[in-house]
């Protein structure tokens, strides 16, 4: 069964530091997700990915984060100067060609900003 | 906004017995789609179920099914036969059929299964 991986599994970074995330969603997959689940919380909606833009964003998205799917493949999260509080889980998920097909989610990024 | 609220923090249940989840939602839309996500501590989110609101019959998975309510905006998650692997947190999600498809989460049920 096809699957969204996602790349680190843990990142440890100092806080001011830059980290990208990576996912590789299913081949044919055209929309795009970033969720984020701080420990002992639910998951929240970040950013949502389509046709090489942003679709919608929530609060949480401010100017610290960014997106891009620079080559082709691979659908990356930027976080600029980490803080603390961004430590959490990262998830990515993926759907398509359909917007109402199910979303698939990476098994996660632990994030923890020292 | 779209709020899905989780009123058990936490469950348990008797292995091979039944438990029910219970998840409630508000929207104002009419066109949305129902989903129960498990995560085991792996933290790995995998899909349980999923129930379309213009859909009457209520979605069955072998062990799993829902009881979707779509007037009182009840959807609830009833495991039979728990087994030891059904121990995970457990979140139900919305998401609009019309204004995005961002999921919208619930705070989630911690459910242990006592063998």
């Known amino acids: 069964e096809p699957e969204v991986t996602q790349t680190p599994s843990h990142q440890v970074t100092q806080m001011g530091q830059e980290v990208i995330l990576r996912c590789v969603p299913i081949s044919n997959h055209l929309y795009f997700y970033w969720y984020r689940q701080i420990l002992g919380q639910k998951v929240e909606f970040l950013v949502s990915f389509y046709n090489n833009e942003i679709s919608e964003k929530s609060e949480i998205f401010d100017d610290q984060f960014s997106v891009e799917r620079p080559d082709g493949s691979n659908f990356t999260l930027k976080i600029r100067s980490t803080k603390l509080e961004d430590s959490a889980m990262y998830f990515c998920a993926t759907h398509g060609p359909s917007s109402r097909d199910e979303q698939y989610f990476g098994p996660g990024t632990r994030l923890t900003v020292t | 906004a779209q709020t899905v609220t989780q009123s058990q923090p936490e469950m348990s249940v008797q292995e091979a017995e039944t438990v029910t989840l219970s998840c409630t939602y508000d929207?104002?839309?009419?066109?949305?789609?129902l989903f129960w996500y498990k995560q085991p501590p792996s933290r790995q989110m995998i899909l349980v179920i999923r129930?379309?609101?213009?859909?009457?019959q209520n979605a069955t998975e072998n062990r799993f099914s829902v009881n979707f309510q779509k007037a009182a905006k009840s959807f609830s998650l009833k495991i039979s036969d728990s087994q030891l692997g059904d121990t995970a947190m457990y979140f139900c999600?919305?998401?609009?059929?019309?204004?995005?498809?961002?999921?919208?989460f619930g705070t989630g049920t911690s459910l242990t299964v006592i063998p």
């Open positions: 129930q379309e609101a213009y859909k009457q």
């Open positions: 999600a919305f998401m609009s059929g019309d204004t995005g498809n961002q999921f919208y």
């Open positions: 929207t104002s839309e009419s066109n949305y789609y």
